[in-house]
């Protein structure tokens, strides 16, 4: 039976784009819904059982070769990501914070990273810049094997994306600032629904241009942490999401605004849900590339 899609990281991904790239902000953020065990029917506790679920999505769209990174619970850090990569683009996508594995997990992802919150210095990333200690110790618990794996897979002249939705996505940031300092050219970074890392400093030197950020609605974890009384920034060029105020509304009656102000509101946890990323940039493809990748785990 013929795969929807099939190839479409091939024939569809543009891997030279140097700005927003609707196809690509899709099929990365389907990456980052499926880097999580439960959105593939995968046990969360087996390892071998993800992988080759993960393979058997991403193979037959185009993806030649897979690396994964299996965070421990006996680590501080549990930091979860996969490199998957062709002839022509190689791709990092970070796991974000499990929405369905249960409020233990989720408390302690939020203990390990966001209670230490305060701004720590990272001099290499310029004179004065700081980011978000947890996340950045997060970070540093794979920080090499990340740089390896990337030069490992790195054998023609394929481009370099980076992506991951909330917890994920900062760590997409940090990795991508890294290789960035370390002389590895990062292409996009795209995020979904990614808290504030650093300050202005670590804004200002970022470096990366191609930096896209999504935020679906009222998504209450972009709305973090606080960028008045801590001085947060948000990294990249921001996308929004403006779902109308009707009953039932969802992902398919939004609009997309791009190069956007930041969202003010109350803030919304439904709304962080890694399913109406997906689904409303699906909605806003053209119906022809809608034709030619995989469809959303959300339809309408």
């Keep these: 039976?013929?795969?929807?899609?099939?190839?479409?990281?091939?024939?569809q991904f543009?891997?030279?784009?140097?700005?927003?790239?609707?196809?690509?902000?899709?099929?990365?953020?389907m990456a980052s819904r499926l880097v999580f065990p439960d959105q593939l029917g995968a046990s969360q506790t087996d390892k071998s059982e993800f992988e080759q679920k993960f393979e058997g999505q991403f193979g037959p769209l185009g993806i030649d070769n897979f690396d994964f990174e299996h965070g421990s619970?006996?680590?501080?850090?549990?930091?979860?990501?996969?490199?998957?990569?062709?002839?022509?683009?190689?791709?990092?996508?970070?796991?974000?914070?499990?929405?369905?594995?249960g409020?233990?997990?989720?408390i302690k992802d939020f203990i390990r990273t966001n209670t230490n919150i305060l701004l720590s210095p990272v001099p290499h990333f310029g004179s004065g810049a700081k980011v978000h200690s947890g996340f950045w110790n997060a970070f540093l618990s794979v920080r090499s094997r990340v740089i390896a794996l990337?030069?490992?897979?790195?054998?023609?002249n394929q481009t370099i994306w980076i992506t991951g939705?909330?917890?994920?996505?900062?760590?997409?940031?940090?990795?991508?600032?890294?290789?960035?300092?370390?002389?590895?050219?990062?292409?996009?970074?795209y995020t979904y629904g990614c808290p504030r890392i650093g300050n202005d400093i670590f804004r200002s030197h970022f470096g990366i241009s191609n930096s896209q950020r999504y935020v679906y609605a009222l998504d209450l974890v972009p709305m973090t942490p606080d960028n008045i009384l801590l001085g947060y920034r948000h990294?990249?060029?921001?996308?929004?999401?403006h779902v109308p105020p009707l009953p039932g509304a969802g992902p398919y009656d939004?609009?997309?605004?791009?190069?956007?102000?930041?969202?003010?509101?109350?803030?919304?946890?439904?709304?962080?849900?890694?399913?109406?990323?997906?689904?409303?940039l699906f909605h806003h493809l053209s119906a022809a590339k809608q034709g030619l990748v995989p469809r959303p785990a959300r339809s309408r």
């Excluded at 409020?103 to 989720?106: D, F, L, N, R, T």
């Excluded at 990294?235 to 999401?241: C, D, K, L, V």
């Design 254 to 280: 939004s609009t997309l605004k791009l190069n956007d102000s930041e969202t003010i509101g109350s803030g919304s946890v439904s709304d962080h849900d890694v399913r109406l990323y997906e689904a409303a």
């Design 165 to 189: 939705h909330s917890l994920g996505g900062a760590q997409a940031v940090l990795a991508a600032r890294t290789c960035q300092h370390d002389g590895i050219p990062v292409r996009g970074l």
């Design 73 to 101: 619970p006996l680590r501080r850090f549990d930091t979860n990501f996969v490199v998957m990569s062709n002839d022509k683009v190689i791709i990092l996508v970070f796991r974000g914070t499990e929405l369905s594995s």
């Design 14 to 29: 543009q891997p030279s784009a140097a700005g927003h790239s609707i196809v690509n902000a899709y099929l990365l953020m």
């Design 150 to 156: 990337i030069r490992s897979r790195k054998t023609a």
């Design 1 to 11: 039976m013929p795969v929807r899609g099939a190839n479409c990281f091939k024939t």
């Design 235 to 241: 990294i990249g060029r921001t996308n929004n999401f």
């Design 103 to 106: 409020w233990a997990k989720m």
